[in-house]
C-alpha cells in the first residue's frame, strides 16, 4: 500500500516553491538572508577597517612605511579575492588586447 508522501519542493522559476507541508516558501527569503548577512558583516569590515585607521597616531604607536604598505596589500588582496568570488571585476576589459 503506498503512503501519503509530502509534496517534494519544486520550482523552475526559483521565486516560489512548495515546501513539505504545502506551504509556499517565498524565493524571497534567500535574498533576505544574503541582505541582512551582507549589512551586518559589510558594518563590521569597516568598523575594523576604521579601527586600522586609529593605528595611524603616531603619539601611540611605533609603526615604518613597511608596516602601512603590509597592511594596505592584506585588505586590497582581500576586496580583490571578495571581486574573484563575486565574478566582478573593476577593470572589465582593460587588460584585453584590440585593434
Known amino acids: 500500500m503506498l503512503k501519503n508522501?509530502?509534496?517534494q519542493p519544486i520550482s523552475t522559476s526559483g521565486s516560489v516553491?512548495?515546501?513539505?507541508?504545502g506551504l509556499m516558501a517565498d524565493g524571497n527569503e534567500k535574498?533576505?538572508?544574503f541582505v541582512r548577512l551582507a549589512e551586518g558583516r559589510?558594518?563590521?569590515?569597516?568598523?575594523s577597517i576604521r579601527k586600522l585607521g586609529n593605528l595611524?597616531?603616531?603619539?601611540a604607536y611605533d609603526y615604518d612605511e613597511a608596516d602601512v604598505k603590509r597592511i594596505?596589500?592584506?585588505?586590497r588582496d582581500a576586496t580583490n579575492e571578495i571581486e574573484r568570488k563575486f565574478g566582478s571585476s573593476s577593470g572589465d576589459g582593460?587588460?584585453?588586447f584590440k585593434l
Open 94 to 96: 582593460a587588460d584585453k
Open 17 to 21: 516553491i512548495e515546501n513539505g507541508d
Open 42 to 47: 559589510t558594518q563590521s569590515a569597516l568598523d
Open 72 to 75: 594596505i596589500k592584506a585588505l
Open 56 to 59: 595611524s597616531n603616531r603619539r
Open 31 to 33: 535574498r533576505e538572508k
Open 5 to 7: 508522501l509530502p509534496a
